[in-house]
């Protein structure tokens, strides 16, 4: 199994405020178990729980390794190049050049997808766009973002605006572009009355959610050139 056991804390020492070590522990060791019977989607969830409760670079180690196994490899690459990050500044030369060697061999196999985003929409305060409902960071617009291959839902949204939705399918390899419309006017409520009462549809739109986190755009760029 590749799965390392995660750092233990001293017996009977209190977990820093705010953690809860046990329960992360416990779904380590879980995932671990489910890692080693083969059902690495429901490993990869527990990796991720767990890392979420109480970080560990181990942890994220072993959640970027289920993300490859099951063949998400954007996931896995953004996974192991924060691994490589956090061992080089944590002087964990190992894991780094482990982590770095496994990031390298899933580059040349990721989906990357270009969100083309026009003057006018990325001109607008409060603009947002997500991917999967997840945030897709002002830094990464108009480059080619690593995806985990298959069908992407991107929504565009902004104060006073119609939010925007497209698709687009990403095959592992290949890269994609999607271009952003211009939002159009939010239907204000008089409006929305107006298009109503006519057989009119008014057009709004709510988004929440979080994504790939952990490097500056910089350090992808450069992991991804390198």
Known sequence: SCAAAPPARAPGSPAPEG?????AEVLFDEAVALSETGKYSEACAKFADSDRIDHAINTLFNLADCYERTGRLGSAWEAFTRVADEASRTGKGALKDQALK????????????????????????GVEIRNEG????????????????GEQSIVVS???????????????????????????????????VAALAAGGVGLAGVIAGAIFGGLAFSRWSAALEA
């Open 19 to 23: 953690r809860n070590l046990a329960a």
């Open 102 to 125: 496994r990031s390298e061999a899933i580059k040349p196999r990721l989906a990357k997808l270009e969100i083309l985003v026009p003057a006018a929409v990325a001109g607008l305060e």
């Open 134 to 149: 997840a945030l897709v960071e002002r830094a990464f617009w108009n480059h080619g973002l690593p995806v985990d291959a």
């Open 158 to 192: 902004a104060p006073g605006k119609a939010s925007w939705q497209g698709s687009i399918t990403v095959k592992e390899g290949e890269a994609a572009r999607l271009d952003v419309p211009e939002l159009a006017d939010a239907a204000m409520p008089g409006q929305r």
